[in-house]
């Protein structure tokens, strides 16, 4: 188990590499200059190339990329163009709330995702199962940003049960483990899960509906085991496949959460992103790029760890 972990971890250096390389070139590749942001429409000569020699946007890209690679290595991810302030800083807070919405978003979708998934499958060509295909597909089908501004109309607007915006009564810092907090993450979280709830629900009926028409469950069922032991056996078979998906989708919603956090004003990676987006703040938008690509890569790897342990046949392929 050590060295099935320890070797997928050496895998991990090279795809960091190659992640972090994609991700400097694509900012830089971009039309626009960082600086504009910050500096006025007459800004004299001087003025600008001592600030592209502050931010050191004056060298050649390989010397950039080495010299950003390193300081990532240590923690410094540099300052913001927009703001003057740490990235690291501002991208722990934003990544902090990000995980929280989509872990959130995630158990959600999962559970929920598993159940319909399981039902389906049992219950296979009846009404139980065509309801919970139905549901997984239009949760699939259905933009999510669409459904969070339908969400908000509905819940915040015309009952006014829950806000429409923001990532707490304190801020964006200001997290706490009661209601008056949960009340601002119940709308966005409920939103991302669809998605990942309809993939899961899809993806389970077929593992189930699959094990259970294979010749081992059918021996079991032959030598008198009652249907809760035989179920037993089917949810052992398709948990590893179940976890994949499962860490993929988190995978997923920790770096694809833009559009969700941007309607809601959820202080995370994605609003973080967007305004860096807009603002052309390149460290910014680098140093978050970076995080995300290695949130999904460490989950990913965290997956792998555990399909091995489920299911030691892992291992050995």
């Not at 070139?25 to 504009?36: E, S, T, W, Y």
């Not at 240590?74 to 989509?102: C, K, T, Y």
């Not at 509906?209 to 008198?224: E, H, N, R, S």
């Not at 290695?294 to 790897?301: A, H």
């Amino acid at each position: 188990m050590l060295a099935y972990g320890f070797k997928r971890l050496l895998h991990v250096i090279p795809v960091a590499i190659g992640v972090s390389m994609v991700c400097f070139m694509l900012i830089h590749i971009a039309p626009g200059d960082p600086l504009a942001a910050i500096l006025p429409s007459d800004a004299s000569a001087e003025l600008q190339a001592q600030m592209r020699s502050f931010y050191g946007l004056d060298r050649p890209l390989p010397v950039q990329y080495a010299l950003w690679s390193w300081r990532a290595l240590h923690g410094d991810l540099g300052v913001s163009i927009a703001s003057g302030r740490p990235v690291l800083g501002e991208i722990a807070s934003a990544s902090l709330n990000s995980i929280i919405l989509a872990v959130a978003a995630t158990l959600i979708g999962f559970t929920l995702g598993a159940g319909l998934g399981f039902l389906a499958g049992v219950f296979r060509g009846k009404w139980i199962d065509r309801i919970a295909s139905a549901i997984s597909m239009l949760g699939v089908s259905v933009p999510h940003y669409w459904l969070g501004m339908v969400l908000v109309i509905v819940f915040s607007v015309r009952l006014g049960w829950l806000p429409a915006m923001g990532g707490g009564p304190g801020g964006s810092d200001g997290r706490s483990v009661d209601w008056e907090y949960l009340r601002y993450l119940i709308l966005p979280a409920i939103t991302m899960s669809v998605i990942p709830m309809g993939i899961i629900a899809r993806t389970i009926r077929s593992l189930v509906a699959d094990i259970l028409a294979q010749d081992f469950t059918q021996a079991l069922a032959a030598k008198g085991l009652m249907t809760r032991q035989i179920l037993r056996h089917v949810v052992r078979n398709a948990a590893p496949t179940a976890i994949s998906v499962m860490g993929l989708q988190l995978g997923y919603l920790l770096g694809g959460s833009i559009l969700i956090e941007t309607v809601f004003s959820w202080p995370g990676t994605g609003f973080l992103l967007n305004g860096a987006i807009f603002s052309r703040d390149l460290p910014v938008l680098q140093g978050t790029i970076l995080v995300l690509a290695m949130f999904f890569v460490l989950v990913n790897l965290v997956v792998d760890v555990l399909q091995s342990a489920i299911d030691p046949r892992i291992q050995r392929s």
